[in-house]
């Protein structure tokens, strides 16, 4: 791994670009105007969010070039798109058309359950999704430009995101005191090469920035994840799901740049009218869980 | 000295990874009561329409502009859109503190992204720098009391007046401290 060659220079500096914001799910112009007034860093654009493909069911594909389109019309802020995991022909589609950053998401069906794509030749940076230190690292492998957190996609719930990031924090604070001796047995209990347990022991942190996904319905919920490490949010379906879509996207890109001033934050919580419902998540029957999703 | 970096949104970490290195005191800066604690000021690459309606909410709008009138400002890439004079592609309200036009993603999307070497004019002399464009704006034109100091090709891509550097590539993603440097330096001597 190069992390220093012009390649990775871009596709990670687009990552850093977004840090301390908020990317959100639309699925149409007008949605996409209303994250960009209401200050988003980047839409993630797709013909159903997240908590839609859930009760709608069926297989979840990248969507329709054209929606994407005029989407890109739309705003000036950076456009991502999602495919689905292992489905490089679609990734191929969405460089074509100029799409800013590819998600290889959960949230679609899985088009490959042995690989995940090989994200080095392509020349637009991907995102991926994580709930742990092995996963992270292995997507890094592959040429991830950016990690997020799993966490439950269209859920409403935070719980999982919380759990994926406390764990991605735990394990990188106890990589940077491994012995050097400890790094390869660490390794292949982890799933990953010793160069690249080696790099975030010498750095302390990883080698790309890592968002918040899956589950941030509130400004609190986005205050919590920049609080446990979180370098941006990712909102789903909590913004298109809620009762009044642009008050809430608003707050939760002012929660997210002030996650420390509590007094912001408690300003922008007040009366926003309802959050999406949510889901319990152990009512979710687990083959309907997406964050298993991938490996 | 100590030097704020804009922290609303973007790549401030790297800005200010540069100026520990520097052995720079830097803050991070949210609100006008930690720009009032600063002897200069980095507005860093981000999203320049993030930016701009956040200084807004944050009253640190009016508060940059009165910054600028005493001490230093460097923008890189969305930090050069907000300081210009004018935005095209769409147009944005804007600080107007350098007199200077500016197109956004001039170049095209992120597949359009490059890292290519650019020529500086740093204390009278040529040197080269690594410019890492992202998305990046062009300056369309530079209006009186703007001295250009780097270019890509023909194209202007880092200008200075008395108080502002600004630079449509992103110095703080590479190695290279000389731009930072320099930024010091000027801040340094209008300070004195």
């Known amino acids: 791994m190069n992390f220093e060659s012009k390649d990775y220079k871009l596709k990670v500096g687009l990552a850093e670009m977004l840090k301390g914001g908020v990317i959100m799910d639309v699925t149409n112009a007008d949605q996409a105007k209303i994250a960009e007034d209401a200050g988003a860093v980047a839409v993630m654009a797709l013909e159903r969010i997240p908590a839609d493909i859930r009760t709608q069911g069926g297989v979840a594909r990248m969507s329709d070039p054209k929606l994407i389109k005029e989407i890109q019309k739309a705003v000036s802020i950076p456009v991502m798109a999602k495919c689905r995991i292992g489905h490089f022909a679609e990734a191929q589609i969405l460089q074509a058309i100029g799409v800013d950053f590819i998600d290889e998401s959960e949230v679609l069906t899985p088009a490959d359950e042995e690989y995940h794509i090989n994200k080095h030749p392509f020349k637009i940076p991907f995102v991926c999704g994580c709930r742990d230190i092995g996963e992270a690292l292995r997507r890094i492998s592959e040429g991830a430009a950016m990690l997020r957190t799993k966490g439950e996609a269209g859920s409403g719930n935070i719980v999982e995101a919380v759990r994926h990031m406390r764990a991605i924090q735990k394990e990188l604070k106890r990589i940077t005191v491994l012995d050097d001796e400890e790094i390869i047995g660490y390794s292949k209990n982890i799933g990953s090469s010793p160069e690249l347990v080696s790099h975030v022991k010498l750095h302390k942190k990883l080698p790309v920035p890592n968002f918040a996904a899956g589950g941030v319905a509130t400004p609190a919920d986005a205050s919590l994840m920049m609080q446990l490490g979180a370098e941006s949010i990712f909102v789903g379906s909590g913004i298109f799901k809620s009762s009044d879509p642009a008050r809430r996207a608003k707050a939760i890109v002012r929660a997210t740049t002030h996650y420390m001033d509590f007094d912001i934050v408690a300003l922008e919580s007040e009366d926003l009218k309802e959050a999406m419902k949510g889901l319990e998540i152990h009512d979710i029957p687990e083959d309907q869980l997406l964050q298993t999703r991938g490996w | ?192």
């Open chain 2, 1 to 192: 000295m100590r030097i704020g970096v804009a922290a609303i949104q973007g790549d401030f970490e790297r800005h200010q990874r540069v100026l520990t290195k520097l052995n720079i005191e830097t803050i991070p800066v949210r609100n006008p009561v930690q720009l009032r604690d600063c002897h200069a000021l980095i507005i860093p690459g981000g999203e320049s329409t993030t930016l701009i309606k956040l200084f807004k909410a944050n009253q640190l709008f009016n508060e940059i502009k009165k910054f600028a009138q005493k001490k230093a400002i460097m923008g890189t890439c969305a930090g050069l859109i907000v300081l210009a004079n004018k935005i095209y592609n769409p147009p944005l309200e804007s600080l107007q503190l350098i007199d200077i036009e500016v197109t956004r993603n001039a170049y095209g999307r992120q597949v359009d992204s490059f890292v290519d070497n650019i020529r500086l004019n740093l204390y009278g002399k040529e040197v080269q720098f690594e410019g890492v464009f992202i998305r990046a704006p062009k300056i369309k034109s530079t209006g009186q009391g703007v001295e250009p100091i780097g270019y890509l090709q023909n194209n202007v891509v880092m200008a200075e007046t008395s108080h502002i550097l600004v630079s449509t590539f992103h110095p703080e993603l590479t190695d290279d401290p000389r731009i930072h440097e320099y930024f010091i330096e000027k801040a340094k001597g209008i300070l004195k």
